[in-house]
């Protein structure tokens, strides 16, 4: 098994593949009840998408915080013959756990956890077959782990973390042949220059991070929000109406007028495609620009919508 493991993991696959693959074989060694993958980082903790939900419930959790003080502590593999002893005032769904930390140069990053409901369930080969397992996988998972952050760095701005534009761009390419419909908002920050110029080019940047938040809580989870370039930003709405696209817009206005310290404002162009009419990203964009320039030339902190067939 170890060598057909080692040859599974050495390839290129995601993080997500990886834990699924791992999950399979765990459970096919030991069938277990549950298969928990939890990242550690400083004070931190994460359960891996994979995990089963157990250990995403309230107890799970506090089942794992206690499991993750001691493999900070030790750095060791813990064997359970019954955890309820241990945590006697929590009702836990498992009895037998096996603990196995992912050490990768002498670096912890986290640590494997399989339960079963049994007392004193795993023998002790269980538990040193389970300890090979995770030390021949950490290398792919820290290594999926490292392609995946890579990836992200990639298509993501680093002040922001919004998205960069060519990942926006290559979205919306998609969503034109996937999709029905779609809203993209140009957003600027008015006056930006004069923010700088009062309060310093760090606050400027606080500026950006703070309406980059107000755009995450104000869009859908398959919305995309981007940096566009200096002071613009973008947002991308998939299969959203016109109407639904500008009450977004509208409502990005206000909420970074109220929220926003010191106070500023943004202008949007908005612009609109639908598969009943030949559409361009080109032309998408440019709509949206003219719509966003209008906007600046009225007075700014405002909506415009900008259509191919209708009026400025």
């Avoid at 030991?30 to 994979?50: S, Y």
């Avoid at 006697?88 to 986290?110: H, N, Q, R, Y």
């Avoid at 639904?244 to 943004?266: C, D, F, M, W």
């Avoid at 009943?276 to 003219?290: I, T, W």
């Amino acid at each position: 098994m170890g060598i057909i493991l080692r040859l599974r993991l050495n390839s290129s696959t995601s993080l997500d593949e990886t834990v699924q693959f791992l999950k399979s074989q765990i459970k096919k060694s030991f069938n277990t009840d549950d298969i928990g993958f939890v990242l550690l980082k400083d004070t931190e903790f994460t359960i891996l998408n994979g995990s089963n939900s157990v250990f995403l419930s309230e107890v799970g959790k506090k089942c794992v915080e206690f499991i993750a003080e001691n493999i900070r502590v030790k750095k060791e593999a813990l064997l359970y013959s019954n955890i309820q002893n241990q945590l006697a005032d929590e009702t836990i769904p498992f009895s037998s756990l096996m603990v196995v930390p992912m050490i990768e140069s002498d670096s912890l990053k986290g640590f494997c956890i399989v339960s079963h409901s049994i007392p004193y369930y795993f023998t002790f080969d269980m538990f040193k077959l389970f300890q090979s397992l995770i030390h021949h996988s950490t290398l792919a998972i820290t290594n999926s782990m490292l392609r995946e952050e890579l990836e992200r760095m990639v298509i993501t701005d680093q002040l922001t973390q919004l998205f960069a534009k060519g990942f926006l761009n290559d979205e919306i390419k998609q969503s034109m042949e996937k999709d029905e419909e779609g809203t993209f908002i140009l957003l600027d920050i008015d006056n930006f220059k004069k923010v700088n110029d009062t309060f310093g080019h760090q606050t400027g940047d606080e500026i950006l991070v703070q309406v980059a938040n107000i755009i995450q809580q104000n869009i859908r989870s398959s919305d995309i929000g981007a940096r566009w370039g200096g002071e613009e930003l973008a947002i991308y709405l998939p299969g959203a109406s016109l109407k639904t696209g500008s009450q977004v817009a509208h409502r990005l206005v206000e909420a970074v007028y109220k929220n926003t310290k010191p106070k500023i404002t943004v202008s949007c162009g908005v612009s609109y495609w639908n598969k009943k009419r030949k559409d361009q990203v080109e032309s998408l964009f440019n709509r949206a620009d003219v719509g966003l320039y209008h906007a600046k030339e009225r007075g700014k902190n405002q909506v415009v919508i900008k259509e191919d067939k209708s009026p400025f």
